[in-house]
């Protein structure tokens, strides 16, 4: 049996955002802006999607999502994460608390709900 959190609960927002990838984790930069987190930054979303001409994208700022991982695979449960400075996170006993759902070793994928 296959098993799919994708997209479950997730509700976005539109920012302007030069520099974003989808799937990175972002922060707000400045009104109304996101851009890359550096490592251990807290992160406000991933990013969905990016405009034809990049100058915007869609961040998903709730529900559940995935992100690359470096490092120790982030615990089942509550754990702490934060932004790991190459766009996606790493598991940060002193990070925000997410409760993550699935980890894939393999793949260094980790889901969890923001």
Do not use: H
């Not at 802006?33 to 991933?46: L, R």
């Not at 925000?96 to 709900?113: A, E, N, Q």
């Amino acid at each position: 049996m296959n098993y799919s959190y994708e997209g479950i609960g997730q509700w976005s927002a539109t920012f302007a955002g030069s520099q974003a990838e989808e799937g990175q984790v972002v922060k707000l930069t400045a009104g109304k802006t996101v851009g890359p987190c550096a490592a251990g930054d807290g992160f406000c979303g991933v990013v969905q999607s990016v405009s034809r001409d990049g100058e915007a994208c869609a961040v998903a700022l709730g529900g559940m999502v995935q992100a690359a991982y470096t490092g120790t695979a982030p615990a089942l449960g509550w754990s702490g994460l934060s932004a790991n400075g190459a766009g996606g996170v790493k598991a940060d006993s002193t990070g925000r608390s997410y409760l993550v759902v699935d980890v894939d070793s393999t793949g260094g994928i980790v889901t969890f709900v923001l």
